[in-house]
């Protein structure tokens, strides 16, 4: 505890001075996520796992994850991560994560690889971690892709353990609007990405009748503010368009625009879309489910 209690502070006690952050100047902190990859294999190349660390390991450890971000230090950081420990992960998600070779959130279908399979699977599905936002790649081994930029190698503890930090260059924002929109009814995530479709051009929407916009040069979609379970978002669009939000489809969660509630469908297989109609609006989405379900769990108990 006495070692690794630094790790417990927040952002606003560290100031922010992490190489994850000092290496993301200027970004937006929320717009982009960032995807955790294969750190503990880069940092028992320096420190081999053993029965028990001395206290100097553990430091460096500590150090190591710190600056990494490593799941959910990356809250203190703060930038949103593609595959932190989150207990309300759809299924069809921990299916994507293992496709592209987490080390995380997929850990359990993905530990069995060797290292090269788990590097090729990434390497192969940056789109797919680009579709969920995924823009900032930091890993303990280094990467080489085309899409994949450098922006720091940083030395970590007393050890010099690498932390490598790659820009994706396939990466969409958390919500944008949608550049042209075609109707996918129950098609999943998976099949979507087997049948290799663009997410960057298309939204794929789960439905069979939606109509379908193309969007202009000049619309706009910026999120005002944003907390827990809670986001909105003020739109202008020229003749109608497709709010895409990259959060998970999760029962529970209510849009509304201008403060009337509308439906939400599901965008590319995870996501969440919202019609917006022509000229200015505020669309305002909240997450009830939780509390919902509390609720029945509470009625249930007293029910037993």
């Known amino acids: 505890f006495i070692v690794q209690w630094p790790n417990t502070l927040s952002a606003e006690v560290t100031g922010l001075h992490t190489p994850l952050v000092q290496t993301l100047p200027g970004v937006p902190g929320r717009e982009y996520r960032t995807f955790p990859f294969m750190l503990a294999e880069g940092f028992q190349k320096y420190v081999p796992p053993q029965y028990t ?25 703060p930038v949103p991560s593609v595959d932190g420990y989150d207990p309300f992960v759809p299924v069809r998600l921990i299916e994507v994560l293992e496709l592209i070779g987490s080390t995380h959130g997929g850990e359990d279908a993905t530990r069995a690889l060797t290292s090269s399979e788990r590097i090729k699977r990434l390497l192969s599905n940056l ?26 190698e940083v030395p970590v503890s007393r050890y010099k353990v690498p932390l490598y930090i790659y820009e994706n260059a396939q990466a969409l924002p958390r919500v944008y609007m949608a550049k042209q929109s075609r109707n996918k009814e129950g098609e999943p995530l998976l099949m979507l990405i087997k ?33 827990n379970g809670f986001m909105e978002i003020q739109t202008q669009v020229e003749g109608g368009g497709w709010l895409v939000v990259g959060e998970s489809d999760l029962p529970g969660w209510k849009a509304e625009v201008d403060g009337q509630e509308v439906p939400i469908i599901k965008a590319n297989g995870f996501g969440m879309a919202i019609e917006v109609p022509a000229e200015k609006h505020s669309i305002m989405l909240t997450y009830t489910g939780m509390r919902n379900e509390l609720r029945w769990l509470k009625f249930l108990w007293l029910v037993e």
Not at 53 to 77: C, D, K, R, V
Not at 139 to 145: A, E
Not at 195 to 202: D, L, P
Request: glycine share 8%; with cysteine; charged share 15%.
């Open 195 to 227: 049948n290799g479709v663009n997410f960057s051009e298309i939204t794929y929407l789960d439905c069979s009748s939606c109509p379908s916009y193309t969007r202009s040069a000049r619309d706009s979609a910026v999120v005002m503010r944003e907390g």
């Open 53 to 77: 660390l001395s206290t100097e390991e553990t430091q460096a450890l500590s150090e190591f994850q710190h600056a990494a971000g490593w799941p959910n230090m990356n809250l203190y950081a």
């Open 127 to 152: 789109s797919v971690l680009g579709l969920m936002s995924g823009k900032y790649i930091i890993s303990g081994v280094p990467l080489t892709n085309p899409d994949l930029s450098l922006l720091r």
